[in-house]
C-alpha cells in the first residue's frame, strides 16, 4: 500500500486545504467510504491527508491503531451503512440533521443522499456521475449543489479536468449552510 501511495496518491486540489478548514472552524469532518480503512490509516499515518475525528470505511484491510488514526472508526459494510453511521455521529457529537453536509459522486451515495435529503441535509453533488443522478431522479431527490464537473449518460470521466477544481471554492457553500 505504500509503494501505491508513494506513486500514486492525487487527491483532489483544496481537499487537505478544505478538511483544514473545516477542523479549525470546528467543523467535524467524516470520511465515510466503501474504501479500506487500512488505506486511510496508511494517508494519515504519512501526514497525506490530515487526522480527522471519524472514519467510517471498509475494515477488509486494516492495521493495528495507530496514533494517526481518528478517534472513531466505523466499520461500513455495505453502502447503507453511510448513512446509519452518520446518523450515530450526529447524536454523538449533537449535530442537527440541518448541520449536516453530504458530498458524494456516485451511485453508491444514493441511498446516503437518501437518508440526508429525509432529514434535511444539504446534499453536494461532486464530479457527479450519471448513477448519482439517475438515482436521485428516480428518488425524486434533489441535490442542493452540483460541485466540479457533472457527468451525462454514457460520458467518459476526465479526471484531468477533475484536478483542476479546487475543493477550497466549497468553503462558502458550507459557511452558508452552517450559518458561519
Excluded at 447503507?80 to 454523538?92: I, P
Aim: charged share 25%; net charge negative.
Amino acid at each position: 500500500m505504500d509503494v501505491y501511495l508513494d506513486q500514486s496518491f492525487r487527491t483532489y486540489a483544496g481537499v487537505r486545504e478544505l478538511i483544514e478548514w473545516c477542523l479549525s472552524k470546528d467543523i467535524l469532518f467524516m470520511i465515510n467510504t466503501t474504501g479500506s480503512q487500512g488505506y486511510f490509516q496508511r494517508m494519515f499515518s504519512r501526514d497525506l491527508l490530515p487526522q480527522i475525528p471519524v472514519l467510517s470505511a471498509n475494515p477488509m484491510i486494516r492495521y493495528p491503531q495507530g496514533e494517526s488514526d481518528p478517534p472513531l472508526i466505523y466499520d461500513l459494510l455495505e453502502i447503507e451503512d453511510k448513512a446509519s453511521h452518520t446518523e450515530a455521529v450526529m447524536r454523538a457529537f449533537g449535530v442537527p440533521p440541518e448541520k449536516v453536509v453530504l458530498i458524494g459522486d456516485c451511485g453508491g451515495d444514493g441511498p446516503h443522499f437518501e437518508w440526508g435529503a429525509g432529514a434535511a441535509a444539504y446534499l453536494i453533488g461532486s464530479m457527479t456521475k450519471w448513477s448519482l443522478k439517475r438515482y436521485c431522479e428516480r428518488k425524486s431527490i434533489k441535490i442542493s449543489f452540483h460541485f466540479g464537473l457533472s457527468y451525462s449518460e454514457g460520458e467518459a470521466r476526465d479526471p484531468e479536468k477533475e484536478m483542476q477544481v479546487n475543493f477550497i471554492e466549497l468553503i462558502p457553500v458550507i459557511e452558508a449552510v452552517l450559518d458561519l
